[in-house]
C-alpha cells in the first residue's frame, strides 16, 4: 500500500509541526508513505470564492503529483472535502483520486482500523469539529441528526494517554474561518471565533484541537490577539506525542 | 453589488458594533435551535419524516402544473375565485382591484413572506390603502417602520424596552413599561378592534392541497382565523410551489413545520379554509414572481421546497450573529441567500458569500434542501455572469497563477515567511482585515517541503 501525503498549502507554509507530526506518525504505523514535492494546494481558496473555473492548473497539477498512490492522506477535512466534491482533470476522467483520498483521522479509522495508539498528552483538551469534515466527511455525528453519536477523531484522542478532553456547550458550531469569509466578512468570522474560543476557555481547554489547521490558524489568531496561554495543536500533534 | 447599497458584509460590521447586543440575538436563536433539537431528537422516526417530505415536495416540483391545475378547479369547484400572477407587480394589482371593486379601504393581513416579497404594504399604501399587520411581531416591525428580520420572529431584533417604547408611541401603554404581559394585552385590545372593523383580511397560505381545493394556514395567535372569519372579504396570497398532491400529506409537514421552526410540536392553529361562508368571498392569488425561473435551474431548483420555517436562519451561525436586515431582503438567512439571487442576481450577489459554508443549515432543513451546496454554486454562477469586483477577480488570477506552479509557490511562500518574519510591518498594518482582531501565525523557519527535503530525501 503507497499513500501519497498530501499537505495542504497553508500547513505547509506555516504549519510544518503538523505536516511533519502526520508523517511520523504514520510512518509508526508501519505506512508506505511518500510527500510528492511538486505539490502546492487543492485549488479550494478559489472554488469557494466562486472561481471554480481557475482550478483547472491545481487540478492538474494534483492529479499528475497523486496518480500513482494507492490512497492520498491529508491532515485536513476541508481541503479533502473540496478534491473529493470538486476536483476535475481531464487525466483522471474515472475520478479515481476523489475515491483514494482520506482525511487523516478517516484514513487511520476506516483504512487502517487503529484500535490503539503509543501516544501520551496529559493535558485539558478542546476538540473542535471542523465543519467541512464533520458535516462533510462525516468525520463524527452532527447533532443537527436524529441519529446515534460516533467521532472518528474523538476515538483516537480517547485512545492517547493521560488526555482529558473537555465538554463545550456547542460542540458542533463552526469557528467562522471560512476560506476567504474570514477577510471578506470579518466582523463576524471574527465573532465566530471569539466566541468558539470562549466556550473552550470556559471549560479549562489547555489546547484546542482539530483535523483542519485553517480553523485553528483562526482560533489561534484570536487567541494570541487576547494574550491567552491556551495553544491549538493538530490532532496530529497528539497523536504523535509522548 | 450596486453601487451605493451596502452589502452583507458591511451591514453585518455595523450590527457587530454592539457585541453585547449580537451575544443576545445570538443566545435567543440558538435556544430556539435547541428547542428545535430536543423535539427532532424525541420524535421516532424523525429523519424518515423529512425524506418523506423532500420526496413528496420532489414529486410537486416535477408535476407543478398538474396540482397547481388540479387544486384551481377543485378550489372553484368550492367557491373559491382563483387569480393567477405572474409577478410582484400583478398580484399587488389583483388586491388593490379586490379592495377598491368591494369599496374597502382598509385590511387586515396576517403573516405572508410573499406579501413582503411583493412589497404589498408599501404598494397599497401608496393607493391610499390602510393595511395593519396582525401578526404580533409583524405589527411591532410594521409600527418601528421595519422589514421582518426573520421569516417566523418578524422581530426578533428587537428587545422587550424597544417595543415597549414603541407601543408607548402608538398604543398609549405606560412609558418605560416593558412588561410582556402588559404588552401583549394591549397588542391584544388594539388588535381586536382591527379585526371587528375591517373588511378585507388577507393571509398567507401554508399549504395548498390540489386533491381537496382547500388551504392550510397556520398561526400560533390565531390572528389569521380573527381576519378571515370576520372579514367579508378573504384573499389569500400562496406561491406556485406551495401545493401538496393530498390531504394525508399534511401529516408529514404539520408535524415537520413546527418542529422545526420553534420547537412546538404543532402550531397552535393550523386552520382548513375550504369553502367560503355564506355571503363571503374567498380569493386566492397564485403567485410565480420568478418561480418558474428558478424551476428552470436544476441546480437550484429544490430550494423550492422550502416551507418557511426558518430553522436554517435559528442555525446559522453567520445569521445568528448578522442579524435578518444584514440580508437586505424579505426572506434573510440562508435560505434567502439562495432564493434571493434568482431574483435579482446583481442585487443579491453578497449574500452567497454570506456564510462558512458549515453545512448546518442542510442538516436541519425539513424537506433536505442541500441549501450549502447551493450557496457553493451560486457563488460560481454569480462570478461567472460577471458580479465580482475587479480587484478580487485580479487576486484570484494571481493565487491560481501561483498555486498552478511548484516553483512559483516555493518562491511565494519563502517570500511570504520571509516578509512575516522580517518586516511584519508590511502585513500586520490596518489593510489587512485578518490583523484587526487576529494575529497572523507565527512564521517558521522552514515550510514542511523544505524539512521532508532534508529529513527524509529518498
Known amino acids: ?242 | 453589488m450596486e453601487s451605493g447599497l451596502k452589502d452583507h458584509a458591511e451591514l453585518a460590521a455595523i450590527f457587530n458594533k454592539d457585541e453585547n447586543r449580537v451575544d443576545w440575538h445570538d443566545e435567543t436563536l440558538w435556544w430556539v435551535r435547541q428547542k428545535r433539537d430536543k423535539m427532532a431528537h424525541g420524535l421516532p422516526g424523525w429523519e424518515a419524516l423529512r425524506e418523506a417530505a423532500s420526496q413528496i415536495k420532489d414529486n410537486v416540483l416535477s408535476n407543478l402544473n398538474e396540482y397547481l391545475q388540479q387544486f384551481e378547479v377543485n378550489a372553484q369547484a368550492n367557491g373559491i375565485i382563483v387569480h393567477w400572477a405572474a409577478d410582484a407587480k400583478e398580484h399587488n394589482e389583483i388586491v388593490l382591484e379586490l379592495l377598491l371593486k368591494n369599496g374597502i379601504r382598509k385590511m387586515v393581513k396576517s403573516k405572508s413572506m410573499l406579501t413582503e416579497e411583493c412589497h404589498l404594504n408599501e404598494y397599497l399604501e401608496q393607493q391610499g390603502i390602510d393595511v395593519i399587520d396582525s401578526d404580533l411581531g409583524e405589527r411591532i416591525v410594521q409600527l418601528a417602520k421595519e422589514p421582518p428580520s426573520h421569516i417566523v420572529l418578524p422581530c426578533i431584533h428587537k428587545k422587550k424596552e424597544e417595543i415597549g417604547d414603541l407601543f408607548h408611541i402608538h398604543l398609549g401603554t405606560p412609558a418605560g413599561n416593558a412588561d410582556p404581559q402588559l404588552l401583549t394585552e394591549a397588542a391584544r385590545q388594539h388588535l381586536r378592534e382591527v379585526f371587528l372593523t375591517r373588511k378585507a383580511a388577507l393571509t398567507g397560505v401554508n399549504f395548498a392541497v390540489a386533491e381537496t381545493g382547500e388551504f392550510v394556514v397556520c398561526t400560533n395567535e390565531g390572528n389569521a382565523d380573527m381576519g378571515a372569519h370576520l372579514a367579508d372579504i378573504h384573499i389569500a396570497s400562496m406561491g406556485i410551489e406551495k401545493i401538496i398532491p393530498q390531504r394525508k400529506h399534511l401529516g408529514v409537514f404539520l408535524r415537520l413545520l413546527a418542529r422545526s421552526a420553534t420547537g412546538q410540536p404543532i402550531t397552535t392553529y393550523s386552520s382548513h379554509f375550504v369553502k367560503p361562508r355564506d355571503g363571503q368571498q374567498m380569493h386566492i392569488i397564485i403567485v410565480d414572481n420568478g418561480r418558474s425561473i428558478q424551476l428552470g435551474r436544476e441546480d437550484f431548483r429544490n430550494s423550492l421546497k422550502c416551507i418557511r420555517c426558518g430553522a436554517c436562519m435559528n442555525t446559522c451561525p453567520v445569521y445568528r450573529r448578522s442579524g435578518g436586515h444584514s440580508y437586505h431582503t424579505a426572506i434573510a438567512g440562508p435560505i434567502g441567500a439562495i432564493l434571493a439571487p434568482n431574483l435579482d442576481m446583481e442585487k443579491y450577489a453578497d449574500l452567497p458569500f454570506a456564510s462558512t459554508l458549515c453545512g448546518s443549515c442542510s442538516n436541519v432543513c425539513p424537506v433536505k434542501i442541500d441549501i450549502h451546496q447551493q450557496l457553493y454554486k451560486w457563488r460560481q454562477v454569480i462570478v461567472q455572469k460577471g458580479y465580482t469586483t475587479t480587484a478580487k477577480k485580479a487576486s484570484m488570477k494571481l493565487m491560481a497563477f501561483t498555486l498552478s506552479s511548484p516553483a512559483a509557490y516555493h518562491t511565494g511562500g519563502k517570500v511570504g515567511r520571509w516578509v512575516l518574519k522580517h518586516a511584519p510591518f508590511a502585513v500586520n498594518n490596518k489593510f489587512n482585515p485578518w490583523f484587526k482582531q487576529r494575529d497572523m501565525p507565527e512564521p517558521p523557519e522552514q515550510s514542511f517541503g523544505e524539512w521532508y527535503n532534508e529529513n527524509r530525501k529518498k
Open chain 1, 1 to 242: 500500500m503507497k499513500v501519497g501525503l498530501f499537505i495542504p498549502c497553508y500547513v505547509d507554509q506555516f504549519y510544518p509541526g503538523a505536516a511533519i507530526a502526520t508523517l511520523q506518525l504514520l510512518e509508526k504505523l508501519g505506512v508506505d508513505v511518500t510527500y510528492p514535492p511538486n505539490q502546492t494546494c487543492c485549488g479550494q481558496p478559489m472554488a469557494n470564492s466562486g472561481f471554480e473555473h481557475l482550478t483547472g492548473g491545481c487540478n492538474d497539477l494534483f492529479i499528475k503529483n497523486f496518480a500513482g498512490f494507492d490512497y492520498v492522506v491529508a491532515p485536513s477535512g476541508s481541503c479533502v472535502l473540496h478534491i473529493k466534491e470538486h476536483l476535475h482533470g481531464d487525466a483522471d476522467p474515472q475520478e479515481t483520486i476523489n475515491h483514494k483520498v482520506y482525511e487523516l483521522t478517516e484514513f487511520l479509522t476506516d483504512v487502517l482500523k487503529v484500535k490503539s495508539l503509543p501516544a501520551k498528552f496529559p493535558h485539558k483538551v478542546g476538540m473542535h469539529q471542523s465543519c467541512h469534515g464533520q458535516r462533510g466527511l462525516h468525520l463524527s455525528q452532527m447533532t443537527e441528526l436524529a441519529a446515534p453519536e460516533y467521532s472518528k477523531p474523538g476515538s483516537l484522542l480517547n485512545m492517547v494517554e493521560g488526555i482529558e478532553l473537555i465538554p463545550l456547550n456547542r460542540k458542533d458550531e463552526c469557528c467562522g474561518f471560512g476560506g476567504t469569509f474570514c477577510v471578506a466578512e470579518e466582523a463576524v468570522s471574527v465573532k465566530m471565533g471569539k466566541d468558539r474560543v470562549a466556550d473552550h476557555l470556559e471549560h479549562g481547554a489547555e489546547y484546542i484541537t482539530g483535523v483542519d489547521m485553517s480553523c485553528l490558524m483562526h482560533m489561534e489568531g484570536i487567541l494570541n490577539r487576547q494574550g491567552s496561554k491556551v495553544k491549538v495543536l493538530h490532532i496530529a500533534e497528539i497523536l504523535n506525542a509522548g
